[in-house]
């Protein structure tokens, strides 16, 4: 079964109520045997438009566990944290087996 990722890019504009949501986050993404394949860092347009300040990438064991985790409870109580403080967009694409 191929593995799944959430690509967000987003820009911040609230970084200390953003900082609220990232403290909270790797536990629920963990529990859904999600991990941080990206959490901000460098980065460099190499082709087309830039994305937004911010990249997130993560990795689930399969499309349907990272809908899982998206849907949860736990991360729907957090999300809006996010939501408050950024503005952009969330993608779930399958890997690459």
């Given at each position: ?52 300040s911010r990249v997130v990438v993560l ?28 503005t952009g967009s969330a993608y779930l ?5």
């Open positions: 079964m191929p593995k799944a990722l959430i690509i967000v890019q987003l820009d911040v504009h609230d970084m200390d109520t953003y900082k609220t949501y990232t403290a909270q986050t790797p536990g629920v993404v963990e529990s859904f045997g999600g991990r941080f394949v990206v959490r901000g860092g460098r980065w460099e347009t190499i082709e087309g438009d830039p994305p937004r990795e689930f064991p399969s499309f349907d566990r990272a809908k899982e985790f998206y849907n949860s409870p736990e991360y729907q109580k957090i999300l809006p944290i996010r939501l408050g403080a950024s694409v399958e890997a690459a087996e």
